[in-house]
């Protein structure tokens, strides 16, 4: 990934991803898929694939204690996008990660985890508090790091200098921030209740890239009203910031959404898959070739999807891709405009 800082092994591999792109080839770094994925990225840096553990770290959002709103962004179920995290009922972070790391015990995997702090926003809390959170987290030997899902209009001075602080006292574990944008065109931003404007991403983004703390984008394909082109300007923005990896999230509509209401009200249809994987190749060969794409497709819980129910079948979503951009001869960047 762009601007990562880490002692184990990490190597600046933009020029000659960049490079291997001019000259329609995959580069060897990407093992074989036609896009540097997050696989591949764990691969090269510490030597074996590295499984998340979901966290619950009992926080809640702006968008849900009435500083922004009450009931979320209109695609966020009750979980806080957190569906798949160790249930917390009192745990704690310890306590998650060691109920996480059993699910594993039986499994043929690698040595090291990444503790995903995933549900709700995980920097709205003290500074106190959540420097002592991420550092329980940063002290288990088998984590290899953090990625803490938050938003960008959530991440003042003060909570800056304790991350900074703890890359500092754990030089040899990372550090990942994830931010939610979904989209950079205001008019869907502010249909899906997101509650900040482009620029605060924008700054947020280079205030982390300054501070050397990474940071994912997650992206939403598929948002009601958005045409492709729409959804490529998104890429193209995120092209020109100093992001380091971005997660591809097909829309999902979930049960208790004010999403599935529109949904039922027919005011909007999901991609079906076909089409679904026609834009996201567009959006993978549109993005530059040295951010690590983390997620192409994304899981909704089946007790909660509505649709589009063929994404439940990921197997089949994957093999469908990496077929159609064979056929395509696609690769990650080969439209990536440099400017």
Known sequence: MKNLSMSDGQHDMSHDLQINAKNSSIPDDWHGKPYYSLNAYCRNVFHEKLYKIALDAGMTCPN??????????????????????????????????????????????????????????????????????????????QIAGISIATRPDCLPDGVMTPLSELKHEFPDKFIWLELGLQTIHEATASYIRRGYALPCFDDTVRRLNEAEIPVITHLILGLPGETSEMIYQSIAHLNRLPVSGVKLQLLHVLRGTDLAADYAAGKFDVLDMDAYIALLIGCIERLSPDIVIHRVTGDGPKSLLIAPTWSLDKRNVLNTLHREMKRLHARQGRLWDRE
């Open 64 to 141: 849900r204690d009435g500083t922004l709103g009450t009931r979320g962004c209109i695609f966020c179920s009750a979980g806080g996008s957190g569906d798949f995290a160790v249930p917390v009922t009192g745990r704690s972070v310890s306590e998650q990660l060691q109920a996480g790391l059993s699910l594993f015990h039986e499994k043929n995997t690698g040595s090291r985890f990444i503790a995903y702090f995933q549900s709700y926003t995980n920097t709205y809390a003290p500074p106190e508090r959540l420097q002592a959170l991420y550092r329980e987290a940063l002290t288990c030997e």
